[in-house]
């Protein structure tokens, strides 16, 4: 079975390397036997009209986005054969295509020299075709890789978003916090302290994929988790429903796969300097291309400094991250790619937020409010390796595998406020907390994956067979110090000057260890039962263990040692999809799909409870639309969620002092999913989406009817565009957009965190070919409202940033 792609953009070479020229004549010889067929493509930019007319016409064609940048096409009217509408698009821009043996165009220069194409600056590598998204100048992609195999998104029974660069730069999203703000479905909800939390469905997702290797990245919320920057990627793919099959334990929600920036095909440079509100200064370097003569080696690089304060007072930093990557045509078949980045920051935070009344109502504070003190201080440090391998056999068959390893350090100093049951009338009831903690922590995580399909018993037929492993491990330490006695009206931000030190000598430190270990066997079977039929059948075995020691000192040397274990061996999950196509471009789908969750509760006897599971079941549609420019899709979802540990009163002589649990609760999550990405209009690029979601405690002893997820909203709508304008002033676009929740319940479910609506825009102009300008507007009516987060009367009130502005002058020289 020959698979389909089409590719809009290529971003690395594509080798060639022996592959003689194709002469002009031959090409024409090949043009006069093709069938003509109709086209009504209207003019635009060279990169989107050749996108189009590669997708009407039923072919691929694979380029380097560089060499059509800046550049447009003409309209294409009429009948057309395949290199007769190549030929027009291309006419006058020093660009020809030649068709390989295996069906695919490469775009290529023309030499009118000598009446040939000239092949030496195009090289086949080993980057997956239509995927990438860097140059395409989209909000969708023709295919996405989470599923270890490639496919569109109208034929995955799951919903899957696309964040692609081209929106992640039009809405100047720089890390991962406001890139799940404005993704659809998914909530990024404030810790106490610097990081967050991603739900999806209601559900948290404990792990980030880096191309595709899953990774724990969930254990320490107080350091810098999920707030790693967006500079290093191409596109993030986010998978939203059970995830067990890629990634073992604790994935109810979905999956995220990050994937990197690659070498090029051709020489590429980007200059980019940024200046906005409250001192906010940014820039970057990122440059690309071959590294040697016949583009067997390509290279990638990306250095980035961000230096900013904050609308809250005392609150800023800075922010360097350097990135380089290699990728080496080992043969024709076999590419090997590495990669490592660095990121360190600086900076004063302010920690828990702000306090409410002891009633839930909101104290009124300023914006500007810092609760901290004037040394409040912290720093992250992250280095990172990437390898990965892949070997095509042939056209069908491939094998790929993987490996990261990231190590990362978190240390903060800081002096925040508390208020264990609210604060009073006057102020008072307001504790001075401070901390000191230093987190450091190591994660390996390796993928390996055979992919191959063929037909059997008349059938069309895809396998995928794979394993992954990882490990999580930290060494931590915590010194904290509790005093009583401050005002809310009256705050200290000069208290006296704290370290580790001074804190662990009359306080309590706590030491910790952390040791998480999961590793899984999985596969896929895809068979097309009739030709618009597919069926997918999948599972995963998995081995997950826990380890977890602490030990307590107090300021008297008392020791209070404190462990956790827990294993889970051979646990099945599987996996069950129909995809059903309506048209070429519609389809339906209906999905099934398991997860676990370890527990560590004990029950009577002293064992421990055994694993959450849950059943995520999804049906929906899905459209490519536009000749692929566009995707949309609408999906129905439940996923029931049981054996949860609830308490068992009156045990506490059966379990150590303390009540035993028993497996008994039951959470379900439901609603409805409705999106749409690409391009609508010619010239209008646009993401909206639209979801609505209930979470119930179904049988519990204590929360029983009540909210699961306090900060997942029932309506979210999600809404970004951006709109190049038509003939004379295409070199002015416009965008804007909203992101729109209802309200949320607080953590301590004491009141209710009001809804809200954010309206974005941004307006840019081309200067010339190779200089753009920017200017994004975000809050434009600046709407004062609280972030979700751990919300409490104690603590962690966060508001959303004011109206702020951030000018962008980009620089892309033509080689």
């Not at 334990?249 to 200046?275: C, D, E, F, I, Y």
């Not at 150590?656 to 690029?685: F, H, M």
Request: include cysteine.
């Amino acid at each position: 079975m020959q698979r389909s792609h089409t590719a809009l953009a290529l971003a690395a070479h594509l080798a060639l390397g022996s592959v003689a020229a194709w002469p002009l004549a031959g090409l024409a010889a090949h043009a006069s036997s093709e069938q003509t067929r109709a086209y009504d493509i209207a003019p635009g930019t060279l990169t989107e009209s050749l996108g189009r007319f590669a997708s009407a016409a039923g072919v691929v064609l694979s380029f380097d986005a560089a060499s059509t940048q800046g550049r447009r096409a003409p309209a294409l009217q009429g009948d057309y054969s395949v290199a007769g509408g190549f030929a027009t698009l291309l006419a006058g821009s020093g660009l020809q295509v030649a068709r390989q043996a295996n069906g695919v165009y490469l775009l290529i220069a023309s030499n009118p020299g000598n009446g040939s194409l000239e092949l030496s600056a195009i090289n086949v590598s080993g980057q997956t075709l239509g995927s990438t998204t860097e140059g395409t100048g989209s909000y969708t992609t023709g295919t996405v890789t989470i599923g270890k195999s490639e496919h569109k998104l109208k034929d995955i029974p799951q919903s899957v978003t696309v964040m692609t660069r081209q929106r992640m730069d039009d809405q100047n999203i720089t890390n991962l916090p406001e890139l799940f703000a404005n993704a659809p479905g998914m909530t990024f909800a404030k810790s106490p302290g610097t990081g967050g939390f991603i739900t999806s469905r209601g559900f948290e997702i404990e792990s980030l994929q880096y191309d595709g290797v899953p990774m724990t990245r969930g254990i320490y919320a107080l350091g810098s988790y999920l707030t790693e920057s967006t500079a290093f990627y191409d596109r993030v793919e986010l998978l939203r429903g059970g995830a067990a099959l890629l990634q073992g334990a604790n994935s109810p929600g979905g999956a995220v796969n990050l994937v990197r920036k690659r070498g090029q095909a051709k020489p590429t440079l980007t200059l980019t300097a940024q200046a906005g509100s409250w001192d906010h200064y940014a820039t970057q370097a990122d440059v690309g291309g071959p590294l040697n003569e016949a583009g067997t080696v390509r290279g990638r690089a990306v250095v980035d400094y961000d230096t900013r304060d904050s609308f809250i007072d005392h609150v800023g930093g800075w922010e360097q991250k350097v990135y380089g990557a290699l990728d080496f045509d080992l043969s024709e078949n076999t590419t090997l790619g590495v990669g490592l980045s660095d990121r360190k920051t600086r900076f004063t935070p302010m920690v828990a937020g702000l306090p409410r009344y002891s009633d839930g109502r909101d104290i009124g504070l300023s914006r500007s409010t810092y609760t901290g003190s004037d040394w409040n201080r912290g720093l992250t440090e992250q280095l990172a390796l990437y390898v990965d391998l892949e070997h095509r056999f042939n056209d069908h068959w491939k094998f790929k595998t993987a490996a990261v390893a990231i190590n990362e350090r978190n240390e903060m100093t800081y002096a925040y406020i508390v208020t264990p049951t609210g604060v009073a009338n006057d102020g008072s009831g307001v504790a001075n907390w401070r901390y000191a903690t230093d987190f450091n922590s190591h994660s390996r995580g390796l993928d390996l994956f055979m992919d191959g399909d063929f037909n059997g018993l008349g059938f069309d037929q895809e396998v995928v067979l794979g394993g992954n492993y990882s490990r999580y491990t930290s060494d931590n330490t915590m010194a904290v110090v509790r005093s009583v006695g401050a005002n809310i009206f009256d705050l200290d931000n000069h208290l006296p000057y704290e370290n580790y030190d001074s804190l662990a000598a009359r306080g309590t430190r706590t030491d910790s260890q952390y040791k998480i270990v999961q590793k899984g066997i999985y596969g896929t079977w895809r068979v097309k039962l009739t030709d618009p039929l597919t069926l997918i059948l999948g599972g995963r075995t998995s081995w997950y263990s826990y380890e977890y020691d602490s030990q307590i000192y107090d300021r008297n040397a008392f020791s209070y040692p404190s462990d956790s274990d827990k294993a889970n061996n051979g646990v099945v999950t599987p996996y069950a999809g129909l995809v059903y196509a309506l048209t070429p471009e519609w389809s339906a789908y209906a999905s099934y799909a398991d997860v676990f969750i370890p527990q560590s509760a004990i029950g009577v006897g002293g064992s421990t409870i055994e694993p959450i599971t849950g059943s995520n079941y999804e049906v929906g549609l899905k459209g490519e639309l536009n000749d692929g420019r566009l995707n949309t899709s609408l999906a129905l979802f439940r996923y029931d969620h049981q054996n949860r540990a609830v308490t068992m009163l009156n045990t506490e002589s059966q379990c150590g002092g303390s009540n035993c649990s028993e497996a008994s609760g039951k959470v379900r999550s439901q609603g409805l999913e409705a999106e749409i990405n690409g391009e609508v209009l010619p010239g209008l690029q646009a993401s909206a989406s639209y979801v609505y979601n209930t979470t119930r405690f179904i049988e519990d002893n204590t929360y029983e009817g009540k909210i699961f997820s306090t900060w997942t909203p029932k309506h979210t709508v999600r809404i970004w565009s951006d709109y190049t304008l038509p003939g004379d002033f295409n070199r002015f676009s416009v965008g804007g957009g909203l992101n729109s929740q209802s309200s949320a319940v607080a953590y301590d479910r004491k009141f209710e965190t009001p809804g809200f609506t954010i309206w974005n825009a941004r307006i840019g102009y081309k200067v010339s070919d190779e200089i753009g300008l920017a200017v994004n507007f975000n809050n434009l009516f600046d709407k004062v409202y609280y972030i979700p987060s751990y919300t409490a009367v104690a603590s962690n009130n966060y508001y959303g940033d004011p109206r702020n502005v951030m000018f962008t002058v980009k620089y892309t020289p033509q080689f």
